[in-house]
Structures are given as structure tokens and as C-alpha cells.
């Protein structure tokens, strides 16, 4: 690789951070109390849920999988979070009835995927379907409200920083530890890059596989409550279509759709502040409500299009030039 390539290749490395600066700079200009400290905490706040989601999400990207379920648990485990708040259930055992149905959730597609060995999308599509059902069934089409107790979480600090804030930085930090400094986040990677290649080394990728779906359904119950924490209430739509927006924030950090390449700290945490900055930048510019998604789609496909760009020019880079005698 020459030094030029090396140099296209460190500058997609780090689009997400290009993206992100780009959006500051110009919501700045435009709108004066952008770069308030109030207004970069709140967009760090509102994050937070997103980012924790995107953070399993990541994980299940780099083995070219795909989790399209993740908005569902994260309806079902509220769902089932807010009949115990309704019985009077203390917290601690909704916060236990979450995370059990997270955990739940990740073993079911674990087990579809891995070991009845179901494409990750048809088996996460159905779940999302069995989960939207079952969580609609059991609130029964209807809003519940949540006890104070919930939106107290939302407004507790850890040395001085709000709790959604230190448990994203804390998650991202911990996730990319993992991934990076563990055996278990080198076989998350060889398998991304070619999982047939993994196996003939000896690792166990099926169990792999597992453990990150596994990975996905706890920390999208976790998303779940941080959710509740800033609403209050569990309505009908909750969680719909997080998934995507998890998918987005994962791919914007620079985590390829292709797996084995990508990373959670800073990348997801990037991805997702720079979705909520658009956001933000936007409801403080009154700009018509409509310009959201269209903007939000635009630096998305921005996103994927500098993923196949950098994933084509591996491929060339790679490519061993054949010799005819």
C-alpha cells in the first residue's frame, strides 16, 4: 500500500469525525445557542439510549449479521417493566424484568441463528414481529404510565454527570475494551472478515455468533430503560424502528455493513451524537418538521456510500496481481 492509498484509507477512518465537525460548524453558524453547554448535554442525554442500543448492534454488525429485533425487545421489556410498575412491583424488579427479557430475546435469535442456522435477517424479522405482537398484547394497544421512581433515574448524577451520559460512556468504553482487548472481540472480527476461515482456525463461532445477539438483547433493554427514564411512559410505539436508527448510528460511526471492520468507542458514540446534533441543530432552527428524516437519510447514505468506497478500495489493495508466463 502506498502512501497515498494510506492516505485515502486514514482519511475514510475517519469520516464520522469529518461528518460530525461539518454539522457542528455549520449548526454554530447558523444557530448561536448550539454550542451551549445546556444544548451539548441534552443532545448527550438524548443519545444516550441510541447509543447503548447501537453499541450491541455494532457487535452483531461485525460479524455480518444483522439484529432487526432490537426495537421490539426494547418495546417488550418495557412493556413488561410497566404492568409490574402498575402492580406496584418495586424497581429493582422491573429493572431485573427488563434485563431478563432482553437476555431472552438474545437467546431466542441466538438460538435461531446459530445453532438452527437461520439468516440473522429472516430470523430477527420475525422476531420483530412476534415481539411488536406480544408487546402490543400485553399493554393491550394502550399508553401506561410509570411511576416517578422511573423518571428519577433520568435526573440522577454520577459525579455530577447525569446517569443516560455516564452509563453511554461507560457502556461504549467497556464495549470497545471488549472488542479490542479480549479473545472473545478478535473472533467477533475473524469471523466478520470470513467466517469460514475462522473455523478451520479453530473458533468457535458459533458460540460467537451467540454471544453477540446475546450482547444485543440486553443492551437494547438497557436502551429501554434510559428510554423511560426521559418519557414516562410506555405507549404503543415505543422502540419503533430503533433498530434502524441503531443500524445508522453504527454505520455512521464507520462499522461495516460487511463485518470484521468497525469499532464502538468512539464510533457508535460518534454516529449517534451526530444523528441527535442534526436533530437538535434543526428544532432550534424551527425548519420544517418534514426536512428531518430526508436530512437525517442524507448523511446516512453519505455514511454507507464512504463505507462502500473504503470496503472497495480494501479489496484492490488486496487483490494479488496474476502473472501469465
Known amino acids: 500500500m502506498n502512501r497515498f492509498n494510506r492516505t485515502v484509507m486514514r482519511i475514510l477512518d475517519q ?183 475462522a473455523e478451520k482456525a479453530g473458533i468457535p463461532t458459533r458460540n460467537v455468533i451467540a454471544g453477540v445477539y446475546v450482547i444485543a438483547g440486553i443492551l437494547a433493554s438497557l436502551g429501554a430503560l434510559i428510554s423511560l427514564s426521559q418519557l414516562g411512559t410506555v405507549s404503543p410505539t415505543f422502540g419503533e424502528q430503533r433498530e434502524f436508527a441503531a443500524i445508522a448510528v453504527a454505520v455512521i460511526g464507520g462499522t461495516s455493513l460487511f463485518g470484521g471492520r468497525g469499532g464502538i468507542f468512539p464510533g457508535a458514540l460518534i454516529g449517534a451524537l451526530l444523528i441527535q446534533s442534526v436533530e437538535s441543530g434543526l428544532v432550534m432552527l424551527n425548519a420544517d418538521p418534514y426536512l428531518y428524516p430526508v436530512i437525517v437519510a442524507s448523511i446516512i447514505f453519505v455514511a454507507v456510500l464512504l463505507d462502500g468506497f473504503r470496503s472497495s478500495l480494501v479489496r484492490r489493495l488486496q487483490r494479488r496481481p496474476i502473472f501469465i508466463p
Open 15 to 197: 469520516s464520522s469525525w469529518g461528518l460530525l465537525l461539518i454539522v457542528w460548524i455549520c449548526l454554530s453558524l447558523l444557530s448561536n445557542q448550539f454550542f451551549s453547554l445546556t444544548n451539548l448535554m441534552n443532545i448527550c442525554v438524548q443519545a444516550s439510549s441510541t447509543t447503548i442500543v447501537a453499541v450491541g448492534m455494532t457487535f452483531v454488525l461485525l460479524t455480518a449479521g444483522v439484529d432487526l429485533s432490537v426495537g421490539a425487545t426494547m418495546f417488550v421489556a418495557a412493556a413488561v417493566a410497566g404492568k409490574l410498575a402498575v402492580a406496584n412491583a418495586p424497581f429493582e424488579v422491573c429493572l431485573l424484568a427488563m434485563l431478563g427479557m432482553g437476555l431472552a430475546a438474545g437467546l431466542i435469535n441466538a438460538f435461531l441463528i446459530s445453532r438452527l442456522g437461520i439468516i440473522p435477517f429472516v430470523a430477527t424479522l420475525g422476531s420483530l414481529y412476534i415481539g411488536r405482537g406480544f408487546g402490543l398484547w400485553l399493554t393491550e394497544t394502550r399508553a401506561i404510565a410509570l411511576p416517578q421512581t422511573f423518571l428519577a433515574l433520568g435526573t440522577k448524577q454520577i459525579w455530577g454527570i447525569p446517569l443516560p451520559i455516564a452509563l453511554m460512556l461507560s457502556i461504549s468504553v467497556v464495549g470497545q475494551l471488549i472488542l479490542t482487548q479480549t479473545r472473545f472481540g478478535r473472533h467477533v472480527l475473524a469471523i466478520g472478515c470470513d467466517r469460514a476461515a
